[in-house]
């Protein structure tokens, strides 16, 4: 059973940075794609970005493209989420999940989820 934990989550001023880890445990850990999605109240959970296990770069929401970096963290089977240039649309639970076969980013094979963790960004 893979568990998946966020931390990182704040308040933050519209411009400001924060940056979200997810640490995965449980064996085995096989993992083809990790993503961070987001839900902000009253609308449904979407893909923020995706890093495939065999790929260096990752793919982004066009919202976020250019603000937001998802990459592999020191510690094994660990990725962050660096997000700059908040803003306040991008308040948000943020999640990491795990896909361990084939996924889409519509979020379809992503079997693991994380509790979430808040981002809130004042104006």
């Known amino acids: 059973q893979v568990q998946l934990v966020e931390s990182g989550g704040g308040l933050v001023q519209a411009g400001g940075s924060l940056r979200l880890l997810c640490a995965a445990s449980?064996?085995?850990?096989?993992?083809?794609?990790m993503g961070w999605f987001r839900q902000a109240p009253g609308k449904e959970r979407g893909l923020v970005a995706a890093l495939p296990s065999t790929s260096k770069g990752a793919i982004y929401a066009a919202s976020v493209s250019g603000r937001f970096t998802m990459a592999r963290g020191n510690a094994s089977n660990t990725v962050y989420l660096q997000m700059n240039n908040l803003k306040p649309e991008d308040t948000a639970i943020y999640y990491c999940a795990n896909a361990r076969g084939t996924w889409s980013t519509q979020g379809t094979g992503f079997d693991s989820w994380g509790q979430g963790t808040q981002v809130t960004v004042s104006s």
């Open positions: 449980g064996q085995p850990f096989n993992s083809n794609a």
